[in-house]
């Protein structure tokens, strides 16, 4: 299937809004009046453009001075979820720009900063109506200076494209290869439904099924990135599974694949309960949602990369932990 008329309305957004002085107008030229938008706390769900330009973009560019995305991966589909059929289009890298003013109450350091960001559209005659905008606040605030997480299980660092350098699928893609991804994420996705041992071996065997040894998972700021099975299952697969307990899969709103990309979002994808451990946090008893993008890159006939988004700020927020509030009241 060919997707190339939807990337263009997205690529054409993209131009102009990094060009464009008023957003505004940009946003009534390419996005749907009534559009339905999906962002982090403190954004969480909008039902129209305007709102969304007003609160989210405007906002970002009068903190960000200069601001370009910097994209990694670049991809399409055909989603079959029920309600939610159609084309989508999928962005995934950092916004860059010189933080000179406050934003979400963080305090600038005048100097280069990224939000890292991932990014579902819809689209439909040539307009975007539906988004999935997911970004890293935790990480902008943690090059801001404001470290609002104290303990996390692997390594924070501004992340990086894909190894192969070969994300950005602007032409056509071969329908084989695309089926092959989309076998290798369901397969792992079946894997994930049941939780079993988290036992360092069971694990470790487990996880071979889907992932290449020196598998690579980028995952958000409060969490960290990890390398190779041994250190993921070390690092956020174990703790992971042992900081909850009565975890409910609660499907997905997107799921695509295009070549060797493929990706999901869900709203949320999962919910659980907070038994102790997790991020360093001791038990809540309460249960809570988890937003989360996942970005695959497939090698062969496993999973090579992982790039991961989930909302951690809504999570603890549902936790009664305002990490944002409490975080931004003592920085500089």
């Known amino acids: 299937m060919n997707f190339q008329s939807e990337k263009q309305v997205l690529l054409d957004f993209y131009d102009a809004l990094d060009k464009e002085p008023e957003t505004k107008s940009v946003f009534k030229k390419y996005v749907s009046d009534d559009l339905i938008w999906r962002g982090f706390h403190p954004f969480n769900e909008i039902y129209n453009s305007e709102t969304v330009y007003k609160l989210f973009w405007e906002p970002l560019k009068k903190s960000l001075s200069s601001l370009t995305r910097r994209m990694d991966i670049f991809f399409a589909g055909a989603n079959t979820i029920p309600g939610h ?29 990224f939000l890292r960001y991932a ?18 606040i935790p990480h902008f605030m943690s090059q801001a200076g404001v470290y609002p997480f104290h303990y996390q299980t692997g390594a924070n660092l501004v992340q990086p494209g894909p190894s192969s350098h070969d994300g950005l699928l602007f032409e056509d893609q071969d329908a084989a290869e695309t089926i092959k991804t989309k ?15 988290t036992d360092r071996g069971s694990l470790i065997k487990e996880l071979k099924k889907s992932w290449h040894q020196d598998m690579l998972w980028w995952g958000p700021s409060g969490i960290g990135a990890t390398y190779t099975i041994e250190r993921y299952a070390e690092q956020h697969c174990r703790p992971f599974r ?86 931004t009241k003592i920085s500089p």
């Open 183 to 197: 076998k290798a994420i369901e397969d792992m996705i079946d894997d994930l439904k049941v939780w079993k041992s």
């Open 119 to 136: 990014e579902f559209n819809k689209i439909v005659s040539n307009k975007i109506v539906e988004t999935a905008m997911f970004f890293d």
């Open 85 to 113: 059929e159609g084309v989508w289009v999928v962005s995934m890298g950092h916004f860059m720009g010189l933080f000179d003013k406050p934003w979400l109450k963080i305090s600038p350091n005048k100097k280069l900063t």
């Open 242 to 327: 042992e900081s909850f307990k009565e975890r409910q899969f609660n499907g997905h709103i997107c799921r695509i694949t295009e070549g060797f990309f493929g990706g999901f979002f869900g709203w949320p994808n999962l919910s659980l309960v907070h038994s102790g451990g997790f991020m360093g946090m001791p038990s809540t008893g309460k249960r809570g949602d988890m937003r989360v993008i996942d970005i695959y890159r497939r090698e062969g006939k496993k999973l090579k990369e992982n790039w991961i988004f989930i909302d951690l700020l809504h999570f603890w927020k549902m936790q009664d932990i305002d990490i944002l509030d409490r975080t």
